[in-house]
Structure formats: C-alpha cells, structure tokens
C-alpha cells in the first residue's frame, strides 16, 4: 500500500489535484484535512495530528522543522516522514516540480514504521549553451574541427530559405 501524506497548504491545490494521479503515492492538502493544520497550529502539533489521522507523514516547503529539535523528536516518536524541500525563496511552482522530480525516489525509500527525513535540494539553475559550442563537443568527439562539422551539417541556402511547412 502506498503512503498517504498531508502536503502544506503553500502547494497550489491545483497542481496537486492534477498530479495526484501521476504520483506514486496519495496526497491531500493539509487545509483539506483541517484548516486547523494551516495557522493554528505549531510544526509539531501538525506531524502529530497527521499520524493520529493515519497519514504517513508531511510534504512541506518549510526546512527549518529539520532543525527544531520539538518536530524532529515528534517525527521519531510518530514514525513519520517529512518530505522538506529546499525551494528558493518559497517558490511553490519550483518546490512542486522538485517534488516530480523526486517523487518516485521517496516512494521507493519509504518505510512505514520508520521515521523518515527526505530533504530535497534546491535545483540548480540551468545556464544556457551557444549551439557554437555543442558543435565544438560534437566535433572534438568526432576528431574534426568545429568548421569542418558545421560545414557537413549545415543547410544550404536553398534549404535554409524553403519552408518547411509550405505556402
């Protein structure tokens, strides 16, 4: 049986109800639980609500829980598992797209009756390269100069200028 858990409330609802059924375990917002879960409560108090509630644990933007030593033993005490992501800036599209991307990971590490920590990296930022410079890989693979590639693999005017979809 997969794990159940209650995501924060800074995940929008409708990323969430439209990868529940790509992810490979159950999700629901905590404010659908209980709205009680968003701002009244204490971390603690929410892990341990999630456990009385028979959710396996919490998926959350907020990292600075893996430091209190109030949630850390409560997640101990409760078997839970926390799924904290580093998001930058709190940024819940760039967290939610961490969580895709190690989703399947947690699910396969996941342990029911141990308490559990997943802390998720902030992503890397993506710099872009110059297609000069692929060409340049490209051509140091194949022992040739980064001209003698392009001028192989380059359209000729003719073909440049034809569209290719047509009139």
Request: charged fraction near 25%.
């Amino acid at each position: 049986m997969s794990p159940h858990f209650g995501v924060d409330h800074d995940y929008p609802k409708p990323l969430l109800d439209a990868a529940k059924d790509y992810l490979p375990f159950d999700v629901t917002a905590i404010r659908e639980i209980d709205v009680r879960l968003v701002d009244r409560m204490d971390d603690w108090q929410v892990i341990l609500a999630l456990s009385q509630e028979g959710f396996a644990g919490l998926i959350t933007l907020d990292t600075r829980m893996l430091n209190s030593p109030r949630e850390m033993a409560v997640t101990h005490q409760t078997a839970a598992t926390i799924v904290a992501i580093d998001a930058a800036g709190h940024n819940p599209l760039r967290a939610f797209g961490q969580l895709l991307v190690h989703a399947t990971g947690v699910a396969a590490a996941y342990l029911p009756d141990r308490p559990q920590l997943f802390r998720i990296p902030q992503p890397r930022t993506v710099q872009p390269v110059k297609a000069w410079d692929q060409l340049g890989v490209l051509a140091s693979d194949a022992r040739v100069s980064i001209q003698q590639l392009f001028d192989r693999a380059k359209l000729d005017d003719r073909d440049l200028g034809t569209r290719v979809l047509g009139p």
